[in-house]
């Protein structure tokens, strides 16, 4: 809720308050604070991180300079034209082109000033590379390994742990450059997860003292390296402290907030340059989903963060900040494992050769290996929601599903009880599987046929699969001529169901290119700001690349720190 200013006199002052401790937050707070601001960080879970900590931690930034560094030609021109034909018009030209100019004055920043190294991943493709101004490479960029002893055991026990698939990244200490390798089911990729694995052996002793592995990579790296340079700047998140109403003055300017802490006592906090809003989106937040977005929708079918209700939102709204979007998300195919709490993407299994996807009729209904906001798109138009993955005995003996290791290291005879009971369906033969999974069995049997059928000329005549570049960076390059696509033949056979699941909701307030919340009427609220999924996406209804979360919440939050600063005073309005 929002406040009216009255005689109470605040119970402290800063410059800058901060809403949320994920990469949107802290790339505000880190900046503000950069700029001789005063900045007090407030965190209503008992965790830092929020969802960037959780993820996989890349970050789309066109124009890098690691692009060049490794050979790979970007422009300003060609990522405005590249995000002006993905976004459809729909968002505003100034948005993009802060965005695309302010990164590379973002990148300098994180590698000049903070702990921050990112690195461009030549081979991860742009979602749409064929689309005029797409790259093939260089535009996700991700953090080495880091060693997270340097943030000290409090600090290091209260950072949000990764989301269960990122975990088994860190416990081999596997960057995304490095994970793209390991899919392939060769003698090489095995001796290099054994050598991991001893690795990670020889670090036991101490990841038992610590609570656990020392060695982070993924979004768990990135997040760490900025919280290490919250320890640099005596900054640190206020934790188990929300912010539950926004103070304003008559005329709509935020002087403050109110802020609640674990045993409900609260504070009144001005904030004399502005609050940015950065506890993202409302993927947890039944009622809201319920009202905004796509049916059927669960809160259970979100990889994000368990804290994300959208209070960050909510407040921005009863400020009179005008919100969009609000129906859409970071959708992508999920699948829901047993005694797991968070969805398990599928962002890697969809791609790959001998699995397809088919709705309650047993038929296909898209291209399983495009972006994957797409397939889920896909499933509520072609299978009104959940749907069916299937696939054969050699996709199984290959390839890891969800959180299921490939045959050959986790044969169905070793695999845990509650997989192969409340995960898998299973059967020798393609109609028996039909009835498992409730489809007609002769429609699934025809459905595998045309589709071996297509695959084995490599080239899926119904839906494109395997087409684009970014369709084959997740195939198999053994497989020819289509690596997205070899025929199921070998039994038994197996399926799971899939969820159109989420990364996070991506709609919220409307911001312009300073980061400023805007009213219905396209004005400003002078001191509020919003960036992350707090904020409907610069991005609109589309996913320019892997990153295309982070990188823009890290952007806008620097933005909003700059905006803030710029002002004197108590915030005003800077148009």
């Not at 494992?337 to 962002?347: I, Q, T």
């Not at 609109?540 to 919440?553: D, F, L, V």
Request: net charge neutral.
């Amino acid at each position: 809720m929002s406040q009216s200013p009255t005689s109470e006199a605040w119970d402290e002052t800063v410059d800058f308050v901060v809403v949320g401790s994920g990469g949107a937050g802290l790339g505000g707070a880190l900046r503000a604070h950069d700029l001789g601001a005063s900045v007090l960080i407030v965190e209503k879970s008992d965790r830092w991180g929020g969802s960037t900590a959780m993820s996989g931690g890349v970050v789309w930034m066109p124009v890098n300079p690691d692009m060049g560094a490794r050979g790979i030609a970007d422009d300003r021109e060609s990522a405005l034209t590249y995000l002006r034909e993905i976004t459809k018009g729909e968002v505003p030209e100034a948005r993009l082109q802060a965005y695309v100019d302010r990164s590379r004055e973002v990148w300098t920043w994180l590698h000049g000033e903070t702990h921050v190294e990112l690195g461009a991943l030549d081979k991860y493709t742009d979602y749409y590379p064929e689309a005029p101004g797409g790259r093939p490479g260089g535009r996700s960029t991700e953090c080495p390994r880091f060693d997270a002893s340097v943030l000290g055991k409090d600090n290091f026990a209260t950072l949000r742990r990764p989301h269960p698939q990122s975990q088994i990244m860190g416990k081999f200490g596997i960057t995304a450059r490095e994970a793209h390798g390991y899919l392939v089911d060769s003698w090489a990729t095995k001796l290099r997860l054994m050598w991991r694995m001893v690795q990670f052996l020889f670090r036991r002793g101490k990841a038992k003292a610590w609570g656990r592995d020392l060695v982070l990579t993924a979004g768990n790296s990135l997040i760490a390296r900025m919280g290490r340079s919250l320890m640099d700047r005596e900054l640190w998140p206020r934790l188990g402290w929300g912010a539950t109403a926004l103070v304003q003055a008559a005329d709509g300017t935020v002087l403050g907030c109110v802020i609640e802490g674990p045993d409900g006592t609260t504070r009144r906090v001005q904030a004399r340059r502005g609050v940015l809003l950065a506890a993202g989106g409302f993927e947890r937040n039944q009622q809201w989903r319920t009202r905004y977005q796509k049916a059927p929708i669960q809160t259970d079918w979100t990889a994000a963060c368990d804290a994300n209700t959208g209070i960050g939102i909510q407040l921005g709204m009863d400020a009179g900040g005008a919100v969009q979007l609000m129906d859409e998300a970071w959708w992508t195919p999920a699948t829901l494992v047993p005694r797991s709490e968070l969805a398990w993407v599928l962002v890697v299994e969809k791609n790959l050769p001998g699995g397809l996807f088919v709705n309650a009729e047993g038929q296909r209904f898209t291209n399983e290996a495009a972006p994957y906001i797409d397939v889920v798109n896909g499933m509520y138009a072609g299978a009104g929601g959940p749907c069916h993955m299937v696939f054969d005995a050699e996709f199984r003996q290959r390839y890891p599903v969800g959180p299921v290791a490939p045959g050959y290291a986790s044969p169905d005879a070793r695999t845990p009880r509650r997989y192969r009971e409340g995960f898998f369906k299973k059967s020798e033969t393609i109609g028996g599987l039909a009835e498992k999974i409730g489809v007609p069995p002769a429609a699934l049997q025809a459905t595998i046929e045309r589709f071996n059928t297509m695959s084995r000329a490599g080239v899926d005549e119904d839906f494109g699969r395997g087409d684009s570049h970014s369709d084959r960076y997740y195939g198999d390059p053994r497989i020819k001529p289509n690596p997205c696509m070899r025929p199921l033949e070998k039994g038994p056979f197996y399926a799971i169901e899939v969820v159109p699941g989420d990364l996070g909701t991506k709609g919220g307030l409307v911001t312009d290119a300073q980061a400023r919340v805007l009213r219905e009427d396209g004005t400003a609220i002078p001191g509020l700001f919003a960036a992350g999924n707090c904020s409907a996406a610069v991005m609109g209804r589309s996913y320019p690349g892997a990153g295309g979360t982070i990188g823009p919440a890290i952007v806008f939050g620097y933005v909003a720190a700059e905006t803030a600063c710029a002002t004197q005073g108590s915030a005003v309005d800077v148009s």
